[in-house]
């Protein structure tokens, strides 16, 4: 179940506007992993009602800057005011988004980095989202039905852990602990998307788990790269709106 308690604190930085809303830089010194990150605030043009909070997780090796395409920003000027906050997060590269060696990352976000965005927005739903390693780390965190949806976009999968890229996990026990493809996890009632490549690597694994999950697949031509990702942003921020824009799962918080 999601667990969020208002612990990180943090400076804002000067905001840059554009169309599809104003940019916010903001930094937080994590007492979790013991580093400062660099996030960014997304702030739609025209928010009214209830706000809502989309956290993205980036990919590998990249940066919350990676999601500010042109694309992203026509996709939510097109919501109008259904448009979410949209929170974009920064790890250290290759943090795959859950506890290991390197930091607890998954705490990092669910204690952390999604209650700083809350402090800044005041949102009551929140949606979870990636691309990539991102994608990854938003089914894994997503599980228990605390998101009013959950997005995997070209999610980093593998079946075995002697197939996965060097440095997703520490050694064979941390895959095993963070495993979700064998071990399916359940999502409760919260919608879930998948979409991956026809050309891409990941196609098998996320299918496969796309069906053991009942989540809502699309396979499309492209492959493991920004532009497919580029070419179906709005898409994704149609999702997460058509299921956030109205609904409000509860948010706990951990004592």
């Excluded at 612990?7 to 599809?20: E, N, W």
């Excluded at 069906?211 to 396979?219: G, K, M, R």
């Amino acid at each position: 179940m999601l667990a969020i308690v208002l612990l990180a604190g943090g400076c804002g930085h000067a905001q840059k506007s554009t169309r599809g809303g104003a940019v916010e830089r903001f930094t937080i010194h994590s007492t979790v992993v013991h580093r400062d990150l660099h996030e960014i605030l997304v702030v739609p043009p025209r928010p009214r009602g209830r706000p809502w909070l989309l956290v993205l997780l980036h990919g590998a090796t990249g940066s919350p800057d990676d999601f500010l395409s042109q694309q992203f920003f026509a996709g939510l000027e097109k919501l109008g005011p259904r448009a979410p906050y949209v929170l974009l997060l920064d790890d250290d590269g290759d943090s795959y988004w859950h506890d290991r060696r390197t930091g607890p990352w998954a705490k990092e976000v669910l204690l952390e980095a999604i209650p700083a965005g809350i402090a800044r927005t005041a949102a009551r739903r929140i949606a979870i989202g990636g691309i990539s390693m991102g994608g990854y780390g938003a089914l894994h965190l997503g599980v228990g039905g605390g998101f009013c949806a959950v997005g995997g976009h070209s999610p980093a999968l593998w079946r075995s852990g002697a197939d996965t890229a060097p440095g997703a996990f520490d050694d064979a026990a941390d895959f095993a602990r963070n495993d979700i493809v064998n071990h399916p996890p359940s999502y409760g009632a919260t919608p879930v998307w998948i979409d991956v490549g026809a050309s891409d690597g990941f196609r098998p694994a996320a299918v496969q788990y796309a069906h053991e999950i009942h989540a809502q697949l699309h396979v499309w031509p492209g492959s493991h790269e920004g532009a497919y990702w580029r070419a179906h942003i709005a898409q994704y921020l149609r999702f997460y709106a058509r299921h956030c824009s109205r609904s409000s799962p509860r948010i706990r918080s951990r004592r």
